[in-house]
């Protein structure tokens, strides 16, 4: 470098050493831009010449670490394949958090502020585009390789979170297990439950059920008319230019009402169905599967016929899908929306598969399924993509490019949107 560069490049760690101190010290939200400019002593505009964001500035070295993710697959030693490469880098990173109190202490501070956590999902998923051509590219030419790098890329990336720390080695072993050989599917080998207790039987027919009375009536029709109504400003104006008052006033009710329907907040107006409801349907799909079929298989066909993966969404319902794809923090939401059902999808597949209770694979595994909604997000064809996740997770890669499952119809890959 010139002297011009190395002046740059001293001003830019002065200020992200300036900035880390404080953040350790009082905590990232007590702490302002204006503070860290003062303790670097540089300008405001200075500063924000290095550092977009105030985020940024706990992620100084955020280009150093995409580069050395794709060096650790086109570089990796002859004899090692790229998903021991991928691990090694993990298991690096992971020693030196523990190993340094300093950076033990930068994650604990990246865990505890939500502001940092999130920039960090965000960051990672900035990786995982070019983490998954550099893994396209070393894996075989086969139909599906690009959604089957990408998938790669994501599961790996979701190791390198620092929340993610109880146990590195253990961690690391059961996830690279997964995505190289595949789930073993136990529960084809486990006792099978007894079936659910029928009803005790009754010579008089079962009563019907009974309507939602006009109360029950009046607030679904509250709810959908409130969505119906962010759906339609959110696709004429955009997502980001549409406020919550407006679409209260729009759908005829109060700003009080509207977060009684919807207390997660704006981006929760285009999804009216109950979190709950989701969640204990993936739970009947693995509890309640054929006899015979393995818990992909049947999470595969749960999920097959519902959201992005439906096949003949009708126009309003293709509306909101393409909305969520077009608006980041929907799409951030949509994801939450799925793996918030972790850990009681977690614990069913533990007990069809006769698990300990602290298995990692179950947990791995309910985890990799339920991003998948968000990985068929950037593709043209949802449904591919759930097949093609699907064989990855059943058979490991790359395995399931050449080994093909009867889930992956054999066509060239989809363009990315």
């Known amino acids: 470098m010139g002297r011009r560069e190395r002046k740059k490049a001293r001003t830019r760690q002065a200020i992200a050493d300036a900035a880390l101190e404080l953040f350790l010290e009082r905590g990232f939200d007590q702490v302002a831009i204006k503070d860290v400019a003062e303790a670097a002593d540089v300008s405001m505009s200075g500063l924000f010449k290095h550092f977009p964001t105030k985020e940024s500035l706990v992620f100084d070295e955020e280009d150093d670490v995409q580069a050395s993710l794709v060096s650790a697959v086109r570089d990796h030693p002859e004899g090692t394949s790229v998903l021991q490469a991928l691990r090694a880098w993990l298991l690096t990173r992971a020693r030196e958090g523990s190993a340094d109190p300093r950076m033990a202490a930068f994650l604990d501070l990246i865990a505890r502020t939500p502001a940092l956590s999130d920039y960090a999902r965000r960051m990672w998923r900035r990786h995982e585009e070019e983490l998954g051509k550099a893994i396209r590219q070393a894996g075989p030419d086969a139909p599906g390789a690009d959604i089957t790098a990408r998938a790669v890329a994501r599961f790996v990336l979701d190791r390198a979170q620092p929340w993610e ?95 009684t329907y919807f207390p997660d907040g704006k981006a929760s107006l285009v999804f009216p169905g109950d979190r709950s409801d989701h969640i204990a349907a993936l739970v009947r799909a693995v509890r309640f599967r054929r006899p015979g079929q393995t818990v992909l298989a049947a999470l595969h066909d749960h999920m097959a016929g519902r959201g992005p993966f439906e096949a003949n969404p009708t126009p309003d319902e293709q509306r909101v899908l393409d909305l969520i794809r077009a608006t980041p923090e929907l799409r951030d939401y949509a994801l939450r929306s799925w793996t918030v059902a972790q850990k009681p999808l977690t614990a069913a597949i533990t007990q069809e598969a006769a698990l300990l209770a602290d298995d990692l694979t179950a947990r791995l595994l309910a985890r990799c399924v339920l991003q998948i909604p968000d990985l068929a997000a950037a593709t043209a064809d949802a449904r591919r993509t759930l097949d093609v996740v699907t064989s990855l997770l059943e058979r490991g890669w790359p395995a399931s490019l050449t080994n093909r499952h009867p889930h992956t119809t054999p066509a060239a ?5």
């Open 165 to 259: 720390r109880d146990d590195p080695h253990a961690e690391l072993d059961a996830a690279f297990t997964l995505l190289t050989h595949g789930w073993p599917a136990p529960e084809l080998h486990a006792t099978p439950h007894p079936p659910p207790r029928a009803a005790p039987s009754s010579s008089a027919p079962p009563s019907p059920a009974r309507p939602p009375g006009l109360r029950e009536r009046k607030k679904a029709a509250t709810r959908q008319a409130i969505t119906e109504t962010a759906v339609e400003l959110f696709t004429a104006r955009g997502y980001d230019n549409v406020g919550v008052r407006e679409i209260a006033e729009a759908a005829g009710t109060s700003i009080a009402t509207l977060f």
């Open 413 to 417: 890959d989809p363009p990315q949107a």
